[in-house]
């Protein structure tokens, strides 16, 4: 029989066991980590500041489509549609001014268009959001 000796451990033991440990592949690890978590605590903040707004965009628009679709069941004049949508923009913290709104009625062709930007401060960022919200009821 032969001596073959003892044997061979994996190469990952045997690396420990000879003392020569990768520490500074571990202090690397340690700082992407670092990294990659201040990356997603920005994406976290930027969400929390734009969602909302985004949210609200949302809501004006499918109030603006509401109001379209009924306005002229209703009867309502191009003042008397500014006038909601205004009430409406300003439910969902938007400012809009009259004259940001365009209003069409044109026999029973209602078409409705607004136009606002909204600036949201990120800290080390100015982010401008601009809307162009538009709606319209065409008559059967």
């Not at 003392?19 to 571990?26: D, W």
């Amino acid at each position: 029989m032969h001596d073959v000796g003892p044997p061979l451990a994996p190469a990952w033991t045997c690396a420990v066991q000879r003392g020569s440990a990768p520490t500074a592949e571990r202090g690397a690890g340690g700082l992407k980590a670092i990294v990659w978590l201040a990356v997603l605590a920005a994406m976290v903040y930027a969400g929390v500041k734009v969602v909302p707004i985004l949210v609200n965009e949302f809501e004006f628009q499918d109030a603006m489509q509401t109001t379209a679709r009924f306005a002229s069941v209703n009867r309502q004049t191009p003042e008397d549609i500014r006038g909601a949508l205004i009430k409406e923009a300003a439910k969902d913290d938007i400012q809009l001014k009259p004259d940001d709104i365009q209003v069409a009625n044109e026999a029973g062709n209602v078409r409705i268009s607004a136009a606002y930007s909204v600036t949201v401060d990120l800290q080390v960022y100015q982010l401008t959001l601009n809307f162009h919200p538009s709606a319209r009821n065409n008559a059967l």
